[in-house]
């Protein structure tokens, strides 16, 4: 290619968010543009070779030392619903970005942006919760920050919660580590919680037997590493569901991946929601449950020691890690034809009919 | 999942399959019309199961797509009113306009919700006196009745805060432009199943007696289509034209009387304009001037409003079945579910973004095309 051609490839390089536009809900989807967001606007300014990863979370050398470090805020619509509420998620979610990174987590901080005219019963319940949900998992909450806004500012409360762990010698946890023949394993139901939580919305509510599957996962994590050495990366596929994981995991490793629609385990009940409302459950949001990629011999027994635990007991063996078509995620369907699964851009939206 | 695995399964797929190849002794063109039936096939890969020789090509069927471009601008004109709350069903929200989507005038500060059901509408109507509240009613048949209930439900009630965005579209004169256009290919149609639930099939036998092409009334799921186009084949291969009901479980010759009788009470008959496709006579329904209070287009002032469509955007021939959205050049590239061009690639029903989102790798390996 002529040196032109190149600079006017660059010159017509397509920018997404362009000056004057805004940010939309689907910026923050966890799909395509959420992406968009990261590489165009905040990659580029912060750049360095720890963030590129783009796992869960930093993995940091301090002191020979091996930190995992990570960030999530919560912004649930409702505070509380069944199976949890913004107080169990913001223990879980930071603990669970941990432990995707194979580290045992340790002490975490509590930011909170209150709205002018929360109930302060509404504070209590929630830090009653965080009480609980920090002691179930072990760890300690050390720091911390609280803002007020003013009334229309916030939604209620908002959390933020920062987590660090310590990663053992010899594990290394990266979404660029699947190689083909690899195995992906699937630690239970998807789409609970996302269902759980349309189903609470204004305006949508139906009648649903789901709860959230809001649970911590780092025990699961060091059974599975007991079981074998050999996982190559742990992804929990939260908002933007298992589709979005399983997508970043194929574009960071180069690889292709073949998932069995029959083995993909899900509830009746969000089956039935799905259907109804033309969702696709691949892309609803988990907050319990973990993919992993892992070495062909490893699958067995790693499946075993997912089966053992609690929040693993419906764990599969869902798909394979393919070279035959790189970055991209395929679906045997139960009639036995394929399909592409790909990142969604924004938000699933309900169909009309 | 019972009454849903029964209609996935595999080895009656393979079944239909076999009957279908040994039943077709030439080539035949299908049309699906309903946008959750090209969802199915699309995600189901069902046209790659299909014997050589049997073509489906995707009809108008989309809500989302076939709304037009001034509607779309009528409702973001409406929704960036400072009192005004726009009501609408999720997948409308990402449709471009002129110059915008919902999406953007929601980030700007417009009051737009999404719902499920217009009753939805009618409870934030009653519990926000102080807004004026429009439901965004777009779709064929299916969607109507409801929506003529929420209108019939305000009237009855004196709600002075609530109007309605109509827009719906008619199966039957769609079809009937189609068959009258030179260009057409299609030999058969799937009829759609859940249009038909409300309206039964009466309608579909004065097309029969007009044009002579057989149309079978179909489901959604993968079984439910393969043996609708078991029975269009075989009504081909035997040179006969009716119309044949494939979804027992759900449709009947006459349809639902109440919801039809809803729709008589608060709407009637138009002409409509139909994106990508052009005006078709006596082809949608708008309120009738009994229920002229609870016009969006006149409360608002948008009935002058109109809209030129996107020169390279070929939804017209994608929604007519003359093209597939592969043989769009800015299909995949310029046209994406991010950046849509046409209503077509927005919605999960429409074909473009169907073909998009489930491509199947043969075609995608090939790079866009």
């Known amino acids: 290619m002529p040196p032109e051609a190149k600079l006017d490839v660059a010159l017509n390089c397509p920018i997404q968010i362009a000056a004057g536009e805004s940010i939309l809900l689907g910026h923050g989807s966890g799909g395509q543009m959420s992406g968009d967001l990261l590489r165009n606007i905040l990659l580029p300014a912060l750049q360095n070779p720890v963030l590129d990863r783009l796992d869960d979370q930093a993995i940091v050398d301090v002191g020979g030392a091996r930190i995992a470090f990570t960030t999530d805020s919560f912004v649930v619509k409702p505070l509380f619903f069944p199976g949890g509420d913004i107080g169990t998620l913001a223990v879980n979610g930071t603990v669970n970005d941990l432990a995707m990174g194979g580290a045992v987590p340790l002490f975490l901080s509590l930011a909170l942006i209150l709205e002018e005219g929360l109930p302060l019963d509404t504070l209590r319940r929630v830090v009653e919760s965080i009480r609980v949900a920090a002691a179930l998992t072990g760890v300690a909450v050390v720091t911390g920050d609280t803002k007020v806004v003013e009334k229309g500012s916030g939604d209620g409360l908002f959390v933020n919660t920062s987590g660090i762990g310590l990663v053992s010698p010899g594990i290394r946890l990266s979404a660029d580590q699947a190689r083909p023949g690899d195995r992906v394993l699937l630690s239970g139901t998807i789409g609970d919680h996302g269902i759980t939580i349309l189903s609470q919305r204004e305006g949508l509510e139906f009648e649903s037997a789901v709860a959230s599957d809001t649970a911590a996962l780092h025990t699961l994590v060091a059974g599975m590493l007991r079981a074998s050495s050999e996982i190559r990366c742990l992804r929990d596929p939260t908002r933007g569901g298992l589709s979005s994981s399983l997508n970043e995991i194929a574009a960071r490793s180069r690889v292709g991946i073949e998932l069995e629609e029959s083995a993909i385990p899900i509830r009746e009940e969000v089956q039935g929601a799905c259907e109804l409302l033309g969702l696709d459950p691949l892309y609803v949001a988990n907050e319990g449950k973990l993919v992993a990629v892992v070495a062909p011999s490893a699958a067995e027994p790693i499946l075993q020691a997912m089966r053992q635990h609690p929040v693993g007991a419906n764990a599969q063996i869902i798909g394979t890690v393919t070279d035959f078509h790189p970055e991209m995620v395929t679906l045997r369907t139960s009639l036995g034809t394929s399909r592409i699964v790909r990142m969604l851009s924004g938000d699933q939206l309900p169909r009309i009919c | ?369």
């Open chain 2, 1 to 369: 999942m019972k009454y849903l695995d029964e209609y996935r399964n595999q080895k009656i797929a393979r079944g239909i399959v076999a009957e279908l190849a040994r039943r077709a002794t030439q080539p035949w063109v299908l049309m699906e019309i309903c946008g959750g039936q090209t969802h199915t096939l699309m995600r189901y890969g069902i046209d790659e199961l299909l014997p050589a020789g049997i073509e489906l090509v995707h009809g108008p069927g989309c809500p989302v797509c076939v709304t037009s471009l001034e509607t779309i601008d009528k409702a973001i004109q409406i929704a960036s009113h400072p009192e005004a709350t726009l009501i609408s069903y999720g997948d409308m929200l990402r449709v471009p306009g002129s110059r915008t989507d919902l999406f953007h005038v929601k980030a700007q500060g417009g009051d737009v919700r999404v719902v499920y059901s217009p009753t939805e509408a009618l409870k934030f109507a009653r519990a926000n006196p102080n807004r004026k509240v429009v439901f965004f009613a777009v779709g064929f048949e299916t969607t109507a009745p409801a929506n003529a209930m929420a209108v019939w439900q305000a009237k009855r009630e004196g709600l002075k805060n609530f109007s309605m965005l109509a827009s719906h579209v008619l199966v039957p004169p769609a079809i009937r432009a189609l068959l009258n256009s030179p260009r057409n290919r299609v030999q058969g149609f799937i009829g759609p199943g859940h249009v038909c639930t409300v309206m039964g099939y009466r309608e579909y036998e004065d097309l029969i007696c007009d044009f002579g092409v057989p149309i079978v009334v179909g489901g959604f799921e993968p079984l439910d289509l393969l043996e609708a186009i078991l029975m269009l084949v075989t009504q081909l291969e035997e040179g006969r034209a009716e119309v044949e009901n494939q979804y027992v479980r759900s449709v009947t010759r006459g349809g639902n009387p109440h919801a039809q009788k809803a729709l008589a009470e608060v709407f009637e008959v138009c002409d409509r304009k139909w994106r990508g496709i052009g005006a078709i006579p006596e082809s949608g329904l708008a309120l009738r001037k009994e229920y002229a209070e609870f016009d969006a287009d006149r409360i608002f002032g948008t009935e002058g409003v109109t809209a030129e469509e996107p020169a390279e955007c070929i939804s017209a021939e994608v929604l007519q079945g003359l093209k597939k959205p592969p043989d769009c050049s800015a299909f995949g590239t310029r046209c994406t579910p991010e950046n849509p061009l046409g209503a077509p690639m927005v919605s999960s029903e429409g074909a473009c973004a169907a073909y998009y989102q489930y491509r199947r790798y043969a075609t995608a390996s090939k790079g866009n095309h």
